[in-house]
C-alpha cells in the first residue's frame, strides 16, 4: 500500500556479474501506476463500504439491497490488494536499483511510519468516543493495544490491529525484509531472478513442509504477486524474455490456486458465494495491468494530476475502514446510499490530503535526514570499530 512510484533518469549499467541480455534503457515516468495504485485503494474501500454485509448497522441495512450493483463490484473488489501486492513488487525493486541497504531502509521508514502512526492515533481517539462496529470490546483501543500497534509489529506479537486493513501492512513488511536480505549483496539482473526463482520454489513447497517461520517469510498466499511485480519490472528495464514470461505466468497460476483458501474468509463477509471465475477475472486484470506497464502499453498516459491521485493513496487505505463506517452511519441517515457513499468519499480524500500535507510532506525530509545521518554514523563507528 506503501510504494512510490519514482521518476526515471537513464539507467545505469548493471554490476559486473549480473550481464543482461539488453542494455537498461530511458523510460518515461510511469504515472499509471499512481492511477492503479489509487484504483487498488478504491477497490479494497468498496469492498468494506460496500461488498461486507457482516455490519448492517453501519448502512441501516442490507448494503446488498439497498445498492445492487455497488454490492456486487465491492463483493469482488478486495482483490485490489492484490493489485496493491502486484504494483509493490514493480516500484521496490525499481526503487532499490543502485541503492544501499541503508536508503532502502531509510526509503521505507520514511515512507511507511508517519502517515501510519497518525492513522493510528486518529483512528483510536475516534474508536475510543463511539462504539466499533464489531460489536465486542476486542476491537475496542486500549493504551498498551495502540502503542503495540505504532511499531507495527504488532500481529507477529498477538497484538489485534487497530483497523483491520492494516494486515497487509505486515504482509508488505516481510516482503521488505526478504528484498532487504538481497540488497545487502547489492542488485544485479542475475541475482533478482535467482532470488524470485528460490522464492517462487519456497512459497510452493511452504505448505507441505509444516514450518511456520518459513511459511511466516515466504507467504506462500501472497508471495506470488510480488514475485511477478519483480519479474514485470526486469521486463520494464531490460526487456521481456521466456524465463521472465514463465516466471509470471507461474506466479498466475499458482495465484489462481491459492485463491481457493483465500475466497472463503472473503464469503464470510459477504454472507453469500463468490464466484472463482469472477475473483480470477479480477486477479487476472491486476496481472494484465501492470503488465501493461511493464510492456510500455500505457506510456502515453503523463497525466500529471495522477501523481497528486497517488500520493494520498497510502493515506486513503489507513483511514478508510473504521472512521469510514462511523461517517458512513451518520451521514447515511440524511442521504440515499449512494450520495453517501460519494460524500463520504469525499471526506475521506479530503483527510488523506490534509495527512499527505500536513504529516507526511513536512515529517518526511526530517526522518530522511536523522536516518540518513544515523546510518553515516554507524558506518564511520563501524570502519574505526
Not at 487498488?40 to 469492498?47: D, K, P, R, T
Not at 497484538?159 to 540488497?183: C, K, T
Not at 515466504?218 to 524465463?243: C, D, H, K
Amino acid at each position: 500500500m506503501s510504494s512510490t512510484v519514482a521518476s526515471h533518469e537513464p539507467l545505469p549499467p548493471l554490476t559486473a556479474g549480473g550481464a543482461a541480455p539488453a542494455e537498461p534503457v530511458k523510460r518515461p515516468r510511469l504515472h499509471v501506476l499512481d492511477g492503479l495504485r489509487l484504483l487498488a485503494a478504491i477497490g479494497v474501500l468498496c469492498w468494506h463500504w460496500l461488498g461486507v454485509e457482516r455490519f448492517p448497522g453501519v448502512w441501516h441495512g442490507s448494503p446488498a439491497e439497498l445498492m445492487p450493483l455497488g454490492h456486487l463490484i465491492g463483493a469482488y473488489s478486495w482483490t485490489g490488494v492484490q493489485l496493491f501486492f502486484l504494483i509493490s513488487g514493480f516500484v521496490i525493486c525499481m526503487s532499490c536499483w543502485g541503492r544501499s541497504i541503508g536508503d532502502f531502509v531509510t526509503s521505507r521508514l520514511v515512507r511507511l511510519y508517519p502517515a501510519y502512526w497518525v492513522a493510528v492515533l486518529v483512528t483510536s481517539a475516534v474508536l475510543t468516543v463511539v462504539p466499533t462496529m464489531w460489536g465486542d470490546d476486542t476491537h475496542h483501543p486500549t493504551p498498551t493495544r495502540v502503542l503495540t500497534n505504532l511499531t507495527m509489529f504488532n500481529m507477529p506479537l498477538g497484538v489485534g490491529n487497530i483497523d483491520p486493513v492494516y494486515w497487509s501492512l505486515w504482509a508488505e513488511m516481510r516482503f521488505y525484509v526478504l528484498f532487504g536480505l538481497l540488497l545487502i549483496r547489492g542488485l544485479t539482473y542475475r541475482r533478482v531472478v535467482a532470488f524470485c526463482g528460490i522464492w517462487a520454489f519456497l512459497a510452493t513447497v511452504s505448505p507441505s513442509v509444516n514450518l511456520p517461520i518459513l511459511e511466516t517469510m515466504v507467504q506462500s498466499t501472497y508471495a506470488w504477486y510480488f514475485i511477478a511485480g519483480i519479474a514485470m519490472y526486469l521486463m520494464y528495464r531490460f526487456e521481456p524474455n521466456a524465463v521472465l514470461w514463465a516466471l509470471v505466468g507461474y506466479c498466475w497460476l499458482m495465484a489462481q490456486d491459492r485463491m481457493r483458501g483465500v475466497i472463503g474468509g472473503y464469503e464470510y463477509g459477504t454472507r453469500h458465494h463468490l464466484s472463482w471465475y469472477l475473483t480470477l477475472a479480477y486477479v487476472t486484470a491486476a496481472f494484465l495491468l501492470v503488465l501493461g506497464a511493464a510492456l510500455g502499453r500505457f506510456d502515453r498516459i503523463r497525466w500529471k494530476w495522477l501523481t497528486v491521485a497517488g500520493s494520498l493513496t497510502y493515506p486513503l487505505y489507513l483511514l478508510h475502514q473504521e472512521i469510514g463506517f462511523q461517517a458512513i452511519t451518520r451521514v447515511s441517515r440524511h442521504l440515499p446510499p449512494y450520495p453517501t457513499f460519494f460524500v463520504v468519499l469525499a471526506l475521506m480524500m479530503v483527510g488523506a490530503y490534509l495527512v499527505h500535507r500536513l504529516v507526511e510532506v513536512p515529517m518526511a525530509p526530517w526522518l530522511k535526514r536523522k536516518l540518513e545521518s544515523a546510518f553515516a554514523q554507524i558506518r564511520r563507528n563501524g570502519e574505526t570499530g
